[in-house]
Structure formats: structure tokens, C-alpha cells
């Protein structure tokens, strides 16, 4: 056997030259350097992410949202409850004049719009000074 008799049993492809545009898009199968080469955490940290999405603010962080009360005009009470009835929170969503929040009794303000004329027992509820006034005024009292 001499060499020119020689035949080799795997196909002699061409190289294939990558990297040139084409189909392939920007690296064309020469992969990725960077981030991907290198080793150790691949992604950043979820908690890191949800945190930079919050604004940040100056001073003290874990203080309590202010809630911001139910508001309802004594007429609206004069028109519902009788003379001697307590008005509370929960007598309030009873009546359907303030809707629950979040399945919790709702914290309420009662303000001075109307006329009363019905002496009424205000329990558990913020009121304002003219409803306040109003309210004792037709025999009513404000319990805190």
C-alpha cells in the first residue's frame, strides 16, 4: 500500500468560519464573552431587585402607613338611627354607611354636614369639632 492509495474514513468537512454576520446573529455561534464566561452567580439577586424598585426615602423606614379614616355626615346618621341608639363602627357597616376594609371593622370619622336632632351615643369613632358640637348640643354624648 502507498500513500496515495490512502483513504480516510471520516469526511473532510471545511472549517467553518462564524462570527461574520449571517443567520446566526452577532456572535454567529462564537458564543458570548462577559458575564457568561465568567465564573460564579450568573443573575442578580431577586431581593436586590424588588428593593432598587422602591423609592427611597430620608428618615426612620419602618414606620406605620397613616390610615386614612371612613368619613360620615351626621345627617346621614340622623337619617338612619333613632334617639338613644350608640353609633359605632361596627353599627355603621351594619347600616351599610361605611364598607369594611379588608374584612376589618373600618376606623371612621364622623363629621359636622347636617342638622341633628336626635339625642345618639357615639362610641369608638374621630369626630370633628362642629359634629361634636352638633351632637351634644341635641343631648347626644362622645365616648372615645
Known sequence: ??????????????????????????????????????????????????????PKLRGYKNH??????????????????EAGQTVNPASLVKKDLVPRESGKLPVVKILGTGEVTRALIIEKCLVSKSAKEKIEKAGGTVKN
Do not use: C, W
Request: a positive charge; zero cysteines.
Open 1 to 54: 500500500m502507498q500513500i496515495h492509495e490512502l483513504s480516510s474514513t471520516h469526511l473532510n468537512r471545511p472549517r467553518k468560519r462564524v462570527g461574520r454576520g449571517g443567520k446566526r446573529g452577532t456572535y454567529s455561534g462564537h458564543g458570548g464573552k462577559g458575564q457568561t464566561a465568567r465564573s460564579g452567580r450568573k443573575f442578580r439577586p431577586i431581593v436586590r431587585e424588588v428593593l432598587k424598585r422602591y
Open 64 to 81: 406605620a402607613v397613616g390610615v386614612k379614616p371612613q368619613t360620615v355626615d351626621v345627617a346621614k346618621i340622623q337619617a338612619r338611627f
